[in-house]
């Protein structure tokens, strides 16, 4: 599946809580959920794992005009 804004998720729990907390620019906490590259892997790699978090944050982050 190709990683498109339109493929990817926010929760909305997490991004009542972002939205919330804006002005103030207060932390958050999130848990977050990722699947590895390959499904016969049970964890995604270390690679896969930063990359994703990364790529994720920055998504959130445009989304809400925090960047």
Do not use: W
Request: proline share 9%.
């Amino acid at each position: 599946m190709a990683d498109t804004q339109a493929s990817r998720k926010i929760d909305p729990e997490l991004l009542r809580q972002l939205n919330a907390v804006a002005a103030d620019n207060e932390p958050v906490e999130a848990v977050v959920r990722l699947n590895p590259d390959n499904p016969a892997e049970i964890v995604p790699s270390p690679e896969h794992f930063f990359r994703s978090v990364t790529v994720e944050t920055n998504h959130a982050c445009l989304r809400l005009g925090r960047y």
